[in-house]
């Protein structure tokens, strides 16, 4: 298939990750290129980190040893994303400009032994970070080697929020932009309460440590207000180099599910194209369905176009508790999982192993003991496993269910003092997504005002705060024919924080056809029986139906016999409501009748099967996560290695196969 590639001028699936030479004496660039050729690795970043080295005094630039990298690689036809290095302010810039480090909420100025350091909203910061971020667009805006831009690193991941003099100025302006007034301001944030209100601009101050909770509606305005201040950094650098190297596709890499702080959302529409870094969580047990997750979180930020893992990593990180390696396999399994589920190409931290500073024991694609590495061996076979695999490149994938998500929702939810500590939004969003992947769904993640035709099932795990435009959505998705699965505490308060009128769930009561008379929240470790013998923890509650009928009651517990599940048939759909907290085989017993088929019947426990589709083209990618060999119904083409497939699909214990269907 001829797509039109993610980055122009890398016409193959991108395979690659960054690159640092400055840590290496030149002859070990010569060697690094030939061994990424080796590898098929056509892509790397470069100077992520380098703006100390890049102008090592105030606007003095040395970029000799970057021309030559850059030329080096242009010559061995290797692309370059180039990174503006705006995430690791230099020292005789933080020392010029103490101002400009970030102050965190209990009054500690951060230090600058680190990268990361830095007020976002520092004037200083963005006067320093535009002269870098010009004078290396103008240098190298039309390199050959140049195929795309990347802005800064991971906005909002190290420091999300600054609580300095400077934000809190920048915070009063943005307040001012947003609620116009004060008499609105006070009036949306409930302020006559706890007698908060204001008088004057200047009185308001970041939400730093106080002797009690802060207002809940600052909180929130807080968040949005730091996202945007990250968002208006990137843009800055985004406009810069859009001048100076037209044409080039400019994005930068998001922390997608790992970082709470940035509303992915808002930045999508911003980025030429979605670029996210994933790290598994080594430790965790199935950490496969995360990944699974975050890829799918991914596509949904980008749309449903492909995207770009720009990081992972080839065996252990250095920054979780235990750095459990990967076991053999387990690498090409991430990669191809992320490439099943939309990424148009796969890149890692780093390309070789550092020998100093903080990350020298992270993996690489070039280990400490270089080519003798079983990583190594694995490096080079994907790379040759992608190339054969090129014609995945641009298609879609499918699916008929989609789950709901929401960054704003997420932080509203988890400020202090809700009915229970122990509903968290990782969690219920996981518990949903797991009964998915283990039903063997491929799921759609949207925002609560997506366009949601062609869904046969939407689910909801938690919307604590919905807005009325997001109500409205989900209402008309169930009145044109949909099956919606609402769980509890959603619907609850605006986007100030504010409980709807009227009573819990707020403005989802019509769709569900239910009130909800009290939270029920439940002791720790206790739970409750519903009357087919089903259980739930953490939450319960007095349902009382209005036009919805009951599916399942509480057998005991607080609310026993009150209803815990019901459905409402509303318009030509149906909306059910779940009241307690089940978990994913819980979810799949009461909810499991609601979805479509799927993807391919009669899957094995354990094994993965995800469908991209393109022109004319089907691919169906299996992964078997179990110890025994998979079967699976299947009629086509091995798209690695050409073999007819004619009907039953073996895949080898934690193997990948991926196979070009019979399109009929
Ligand atoms: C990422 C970061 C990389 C590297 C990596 C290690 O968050 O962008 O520079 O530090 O983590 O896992």
């Not at 970057?66 to 302010?89: C, E, K, N, Q």
């Not at 943005?174 to 949306?188: I, K, S, T, V, Y």
């Not at 009573?503 to 029920?520: H, I, N, Q, S, T």
Request: charge should be negative.
């Amino acid at each position: 298939m001829s797509a039109n590639p993610l980055v122009p001028g890398v016409d193959a699936l991108v395979y690659g990750g960054d690159y640092n030479p400055e840590q290496w004496p030149e002859e070990v660039w010569h060697e690094d290129v030939a061994m990424m050729r080796e590898a098929g690795v056509n892509l790397v970043h470069v100077g992520i980190f380098s703006w100390a080295l890049l102008e090592p005094r105030e606007g003095e630039f040395d970029f000799g040893w970057l021309d030559r990298v850059l030329d080096l690689l242009h010559g061995s036809g290797i692309r370059v994303g180039l990174a503006t290095p705006t995430a690791a302010p230099p020292a005789w810039l933080l020392h010029r400009h103490p101002g400009m480090r970030p102050v965190m909420s209990d009054g500690t100025t951060l230090s600058g032994a680190a990268r990361q350091t830095l007020c976002p909203h520092s004037p200083d910061y963005a006067r320093a970070a535009e002269r870098v971020t010009t004078a290396l667009a103008e240098r190298y805006g039309d390199h050959p080697a140049v195929a795309l831009w990347h802005i800064h690193n991971e906005y909002g991941g190290a420091m999300p929020h600054c609580y300095c003099d400077t934000s809190a100025a920048a915070f009063q302006g943005w307040l001012r932009e947003r609620h116009g007034g004060l008499d609105a301001l006070n009036q949306a944030w409930g302020t006559a309460f706890w007698g908060q209100r204001y008088g004057d601009w200047e009185e308001i101050r970041p939400p730093s440590q106080a002797p009690t909770v802060v207002n809940p509606a600052l909180q929130l305005d807080f968040l949005r207000f730091s996202n945007d201040g990250h968002l208006a950094c990137y843009r800055r650098e985004r406009d810069i180099v859009r001048r100076h190297s037209p044409g080039r596709p400019v994005t930068t890499n998001f922390m997608i599910v790992n970082c709470k702080w940035i509303d992915y959302w808002s930045w999508a529409k911003e980025v030429d194209f979605v670029a996210n870094d994933h790290y598994l969580q080594a430790e965790e047990p199935d950490n496969h369905i995360e990944l699974a997750m975050a890829a799918d979180v991914t596509r949904g930020v980008a749309g449903g176009r492909p995207w770009l893992l720009m990081e992972h990593s080839t065996n252990a990180v250095s920054w979780q508790p235990r750095n459990l390696a990967k076991r053999p396999g387990e690498m090409r399994r991430n990669s191809l999982t992320h490439l099943a589920r939309g990424a148009d190409g796969a890149m890692f931290f780093q390309w070789r192993a550092s020998r100093s500073g903080a990350e020298k024991f992270h993996s690489a694609m070039v280990p400490h003991n270089g080519r003798r590495s079983r990583v190594w061996g694995e490096v080079v076979d994907l790379g040759r496993e992608l190339e054969g695999l090129d014609a995945l490149r641009g298609s879609r994938v499918a699916a008929d269910t989609a789950l709901v998500w929401d960054w704003q929702s997420w932080w509203a939810m988890e400020l202090e003092w809700r009915p229970t500590q122990d509903h968290t939004y990782r969690e219920r969003t996981r518990a949903f997504y797991t009964w998915l992947w283990r039903a063997h769904r491929t799921v759609d993640v949207v925002a609560p005002d997506a366009d949601l035709t062609g869904y046969r099932t939407v689910v909801v795990p938690s919307l604590y705060l919905t807005t009325s435009g997001a109500a409205d959505n989900l209402t008309r998705y169930v009145e044109g024919g949909g099956t919606l699965a609402v769980s509890y505490f959603s619907g609850i308060v605006d986007e100030n924080d504010t409980v709807h009128a009227g009573g819990y769930p707020g403005v989802l009561r019509e769709v569900l056809g239910v009130e909800v008379d009290e939270f029920l929240p439940l002791r720790e470790g206790s739970r409750v029986r519903l009357d087919d013998g089903t259980t739930g923890d953490v939450w319960a509650e007095r349902v009382v139906p209005t036009t919805a009928e009951v599916v399942l009651r509480y057998a005991d517990g607080p609310a026993e016999g009150a209803p815990a599940v019901t459905r409402n048939v509303h318009g030509r759909g149906q909306a059910w409501y779940v009241s307690t907290r089940l978990d994913s085989e819980g979810l799949a017993g009461v909810l499991g009748g609601l979805l479509p088929p799927p993807v391919v019947e009669g899957l094995p426990e354990g094994v993965e099967a995800v469908r991209r589709v393109g022109d004319g083209v089907r691919y169906l990618t299996v992964v078997n996560h179990t110890g025994e060999e998979a079967k699976v119904a299947v009629t086509g083409t091995d798209a690695a290695t050409g073999e007819r497939v004619d009907g039953t699909l073996a895949v080898p214990p934690g193997g990948v196969r991926i196979v070009r269907e019979d399109v009929s």
